[in-house]
């Protein structure tokens, strides 16, 4: 089975994300997001996106759409700003922490993008970004440059294609590290239905008490799943703390 990501080009409609000398950020999100995809798609993996058009989601619906999808990975794709026009200037990209597949293929699509010719800024951590935080499946979020630097637009624009060519090159070179061979992932299920309606009232309960919950569509099975971890130990805990809530569970790998 190939590999899915599910692509995020970052803010869309009314969230112009950062905006400079009337450049927005959300159009260079999507321009960069579609040419990328089309790249992956050309190489066998299964691509899939939050937005292809100038629309607006909340972070967390962007989320819950790549868990929702099942996706094995998710890029998102935004462009940096910093307080002081023309101060700063590279790429760097940002994980939930610096641990696992993310933070290397974090790294895999920072040094691509440096041999482009950008400054790389490096790899950090920030757990408290939703897009980081609600994903099930390793995540990375990618900032292209910054928006209000000359020069990073200038490298922008004159090497668009070497761009995209190199933020799926960062991302291929991770999967082809991995092989076939996946790290053991396992999600806590809560619940199997073949009503969806079933399944959703479920879905609705488990997430008004802020359980990272989805349901995933297995033939005319409907398995209401919650997160999705590398390790058993904090999927034990998860277990237990829906246990707690009443719940029977059982964890999947
Ligand atoms: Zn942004």
């Given at each position: 089975m190939p590999y899915s990501?599910?692509?995020?080009?970052?803010?869309?409609?009314?969230?112009?994300?950062?905006?400079?000398?009337?450049?927005?950020?959300?159009?260079?999100?999507?321009?960069?997001?579609?040419?990328?995809?089309?790249?992956?798609?050309?190489?066998?993996i299964?691509?899939?996106?939050?937005?292809?058009?100038?629309?607006?989601?909340?972070?967390?619906?962007?989320?819950?759409?790549?868990?929702?999808?099942?996706?094995d990975f998710?890029?998102?794709?935004?462009?940096?700003?910093?307080?002081?026009?023309?101060?700063?200037?590279?790429?760097?990209?940002?994980?939930?922490?610096?641990?696992g597949i993310k933070?290397e293929m974090?790294?895999?699509?920072?040094?691509?993008?440096?041999?482009?010719?950008?400054?790389?800024?490096?790899?950090?951590?920030?757990?408290?970004?939703?897009?980081?935080?609600?994903?099930?499946m390793p995540?990375?979020?990618?900032?292209?440059?910054?928006?209000?630097?000359?020069?990073?637009?200038?490298?922008?624009?004159?090497?668009?294609?070497?761009?995209?060519?190199?933020?799926?090159?960062?991302?291929l070179d991770t999967l082809s590290n991995i092989g076939d061979v996946r790290e053991p992932f396992y999600?806590?299920?809560?619940?199997?239905?073949?009503?969806?309606?079933?399944?959703?009232?479920?879905?609705?309960?488990?997430?008004?008490?802020?359980?990272?919950?989805?349901?995933?569509?297995?033939?005319?099975?409907?398995?209401?799943?919650?997160?999705?971890?590398d390790d058993l130990?904090?999927?034990?805990?998860?277990?237990?703390?829906?246990?707690?809530?009443?719940?029977?569970?059982?964890?999947?790998s």
């Amino acid at each position: 089975m190939p590999y899915s990501v599910m692509l995020d080009a970052g803010h869309g409609g009314t969230d112009p994300g950062a905006v400079y000398n009337g450049r927005q950020e959300k159009d260079d999100t999507l321009r960069l997001t579609l040419a990328i995809g089309e790249i992956l798609q050309n190489n066998g993996i299964d691509v899939e996106y939050t937005r292809t058009t100038d629309v607006y989601e909340s972070p967390y619906e962007k989320a819950m759409e790549a868990n929702n999808a099942g996706a094995d990975f998710f890029v998102s794709i935004h462009r940096n700003s910093f307080p002081t026009d023309n101060q700063v200037m590279g790429v760097e990209s940002l994980v939930y922490d610096l641990s696992g597949i993310k933070y290397e293929m974090a790294q895999n699509i920072d040094e691509q993008l440096e041999s482009v010719g950008f400054v790389d800024l490096g790899v950090k951590a920030r757990p408290n970004l939703v897009v980081l935080k609600r994903t099930n499946m390793p995540s990375v979020l990618v900032e292209a440059g910054f928006i209000n630097s000359d020069t990073d637009n200038q490298l922008f624009d004159d090497n668009f294609q070497d761009i995209a060519e190199a933020i799926a090159r960062g991302i291929l070179d991770t999967l082809s590290n991995i092989g076939d061979v996946r790290e053991p992932f396992y999600r806590v299920q809560v619940g199997l239905y073949r009503n969806n309606m079933n399944a959703n009232r479920l879905l609705e309960e488990l997430l008004a008490q802020d359980f990272p919950a989805f349901v995933d569509n297995v033939g005319e099975y409907n398995r209401v799943l919650v997160g999705g971890y590398d390790d058993l130990n904090t999927a034990v805990a998860m277990e237990q703390r829906l246990r707690r809530a009443g719940y029977d569970t059982l964890i999947v790998s």
